[in-house]
């Protein structure tokens, strides 16, 4: 079967004269993977439908939202709900305080906290608030993590930047980046000496704990807790970045699953349920520096959004109610697909290994253990590419980059396992 994709083609010739790359956001351009990226009329359940009306699995969930599965009826209904009550009113209503209070129900870390509109702007002003508590400028991060795309965590980070292999993004200046120290994941002993280049200077070290961004890469047992050790004994802040593993790992995130108490967290993705949601927060000290209690300023038009805020109600609630059943499912249809897939790929002879924690893993093209960046980088992309082809001719849409991790939504079940394992076995071959 070879899929036709004519109203895709041409839709994208329209956003090619509109959109650089014809995309809002690169890696959905598909460069990397090669092949068409379809366009999409609507999605249900675990299933994308494109333009022309072919039918895939959904294994990127847009980036990690989607955890409950696409167009959920009560999320659905909630947004409809919020939305004839006025899609925006720029002054506070009660639906930041039920989103707030179920946040802090999951993760208690989260003791204040602001909502803005994207993990990116959580990521940027989660190392403002910490710069001006210490009054310390720079700020540690670890290759191949992803923080959004301010300025200052465009230094060797991950997703779309190591897809592309940009070291570093034009038109950050030097000055600019010069305060972030990009370091390698899983090496404490790099921390250390960075603390001791740079005494009483570094304000925060902010980090996927789980890392999503380079594809998927696990912390090596006792590393979470040697930096939270670390900082505290520094006084520099440990910032969390779950947006991606917030809502996903566990309900309280990586910070539940590892029994790790951050001073800031960052958390989007999930969180919003679909719409446009981050949010920032961790220790009430730390966090009442900001304005209007403190002198570090922070702002948004659309922040706590009467629609973003009730489609993260229905969706944390969910998970809330129902973390007992839906976290041991998902987890377990992770396995079944990861463990499944690699099992065809070792029987014909594809070397692959396979990086997986709860819901969200990555099949690395390379026989080598993966620890950090530099061993996700070996991996053979050309070889991640035609397998990703072959999988979306077989109606098995993977993230389309061998530097993200997948992930599983409550929609999906046996029968896709069985499909996906079916689709790779013709994909391997
Ligand atoms: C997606 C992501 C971000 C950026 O979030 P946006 O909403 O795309 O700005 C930041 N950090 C991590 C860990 C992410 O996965």
Redesign the pocket.
Do not use: F, L, R
């Given at each position: 079967m070879t899929r036709v994709l004519e109203m895709s083609r041409s839709l994208q010739r329209r956003a090619e004269g509109l959109f650089p790359g014809g995309v809002n956001s690169p890696v959905r351009a598909f460069r990397s993977v090669g092949g068409d990226a379809p366009f999409l009329e609507r999605a249900q359940g675990a299933y994308l439908y494109d333009a022309d009306g072919n039918r895939y699995i959904d294994y990127f969930g847009s980036?990690?939202p989607m955890v409950l599965g696409h167009a959920v009826p009560e999320v659905v209904d909630a947004i409809r709900y919020a939305a004839g009550r006025s899609a925006s009113f720029g002054a506070s209503h009660a639906g930041e305080a039920e989103l707030g209070e179920l946040i802090r129900t999951a993760v208690p870390s989260m003791e204040r906290m602001r909502f803005v509109s994207?993990?990116?702007?959580?990521?940027m002003s989660a190392i403002r608030v910490a710069r001006g508590f210490t009054r310390r400028r720079y700020v540690i991060k670890f290759e191949g993590?992803?923080?959004?795309?301010a300025d200052g965590l465009l230094v060797k980070a991950g997703?779309g930047v190591a897809t592309f292999g940009i070291p570093g993004s034009a038109g950050v200046p030097d000055e600019v980046a010069h305060f972030t120290l990009a370091l390698p994941y899983n090496d404490i002993a790099a921390v250390e000496a960075a603390f001791a280049k740079h005494k009483g200077d570094i304000a925060a070290i902010i980090l996927?704990p789980v890392v999503?961004?380079a594809g998927t890469l696990i912390p090596k047992a006792g590393y979470l807790e040697a930096l939270r050790s670390l900082t505290e004994a520094e006084g520099a802040l440990l910032i969390f970045?779950?947006?991606?593993?917030g809502f996903r790992l566990a309900l309280g995130g990586a910070q539940q699953r590892f029994g790790i108490k951050p001073d800031l967290t960052?958390m989007?993705?999930i969180v919003g349920g679909g719409l446009?949601v981050?949010v920032f927060g961790g220790r009430e000290d730390v966090m009442n520096m900001l304005a209007p209690l403190g002198p570090v300023y922070q702002a948004g038009t659309l922040s706590g959004n009467p629609l973003a805020m009730a489609a993260g109600s229905a969706t944390v609630g969910r998970l809330i109610r129902e973390a007992g059943t839906i976290y041991p499912q998902i987890d377990e249809t992770t396995r079944q697909v990861a463990e499944g897939v690699a099992q065809v790929a070792a029987d014909t002879g594809v070397r692959l290994t396979t990086n997986r924690l709860g819901s969200m893993w990555t099949w690395f093209f390379t026989p080598d253990a993966v620890e950090n960046f530099e061993d996700a980088a070996k991996s053979d992309t050309a070889a991640f590419g035609r397998f990703h082809r072959a999988m979306m001719e077989e109606g098995v849409w993977l993230p389309p980059s061998q530097f993200e991790a997948a992930f599983i939504g409550l929609a999906h079940g046996k029968d896709e396992v069985e499909k996906t394992i079916a689709a790779a076995r013709k994909a391997f071959v």
């Open positions: 980036w990690g994207s993990g990116t702007e959580a990521t993590c992803y923080h959004g795309h997703s996927e999503g961004n970045d779950e947006v991606m593993t960052t989007g993705k446009p981050g």
